[in-house]
């Protein structure tokens, strides 16, 4: 079945710096990629997603290329703020299967 | 933007007795989705419905649980009878497709 498997459980980052968080997925066929953003006490929410291969998604500063060679989707921020803040998840298909999530905290 | 609705955002209930949590998907979505997530705990589908069938169910989903959207209205999972560790958050979601699906804010389920 689809899989998605998110190494880093916690990010802890100062304002400003260059955020990191890889994903790696196993699906059949070619699935569009999404990566959602829970907020402390919210329900998740799509923050990008890329249906084609090769291509990036961004939105809020924040980027994703869909890597169908090495089956990756890394998300990527130049500058991330306090407010991004978070868990991040990255699913590959629409059934959204999550995966363990990763708990971005950015210090002021 | 739509919104999925779940009303009430908390509800406590007595080990063994049933409960029925209640979501209001976005007006035009004919996907239905099913989470939990325990405190602390990563997001676990449970469960998606589609022209009144149940479509995909992960294993914990288990026989002391159902689905149903009765005439186009709620879309509701009913635990009987509940036992302890069904205390979690439960989200619901809705998509039109298989592109962005939505998700409510979540019912927390305290089963005492």
């Known amino acids: 079945g689809d899989s998605v498997i998110q190494m880093q459980g916690q990010v802890t980052l100062s304002e400003n710096d260059f955020l990191f968080i890889n994903c790696t997925y196993s699906t059949t066929g070619y699935p569009t990629l999404f990566w959602y953003v829970q907020y402390s006490g919210e329900g998740p929410q799509l923050l990008l997603q890329v249906t084609t291969a090769n291509n990036k998604g961004s939105s809020r500063g924040f980027e994703a290329t869909y890597d169908k060679g090495t089956t990756s989707f890394h998300l990527q921020k130049t500058s991330v703020q306090e407010i991004d803040s978070a868990v991040y998840y990255c699913?590959?298909?629409?059934?959204?299967?999550f995966g363990t999530g990763t708990r971005l905290q950015v210090l002021p | 933007g739509p919104k999925v609705l779940q009303i009430p955002s908390h509800q406590i209930i007595d080990m063994g007795q049933m409960v029925t949590l209640n979501c209001d998907p976005v007006s035009n979505h004919l996907y239905f989705y099913w989470y939990k997530q325990i405190l602390g705990q990563q997001m676990e589908f449970l469960v998606n419905f589609y022209n009144g069938k149940v479509m995909e169910k992960s294993k914990l989903f288990k026989d002391q649980f159902s689905v149903e959207r009765p005439d186009g209205s709620y879309f509701t999972l009913k635990i009987q009878p509940t036992a302890l560790e069904d205390s979690a958050v439960y989200f619901c979601?809705?998509?039109?497709?298989?592109?962005?699906?939505?998700f409510g804010k979540g019912t927390r389920l305290t089963v005492v």
């Open positions: 699913a590959p298909t629409n059934k959204v299967v």
């Open positions: 979601a809705s998509s039109v497709d298989i592109t962005e699906v939505f």
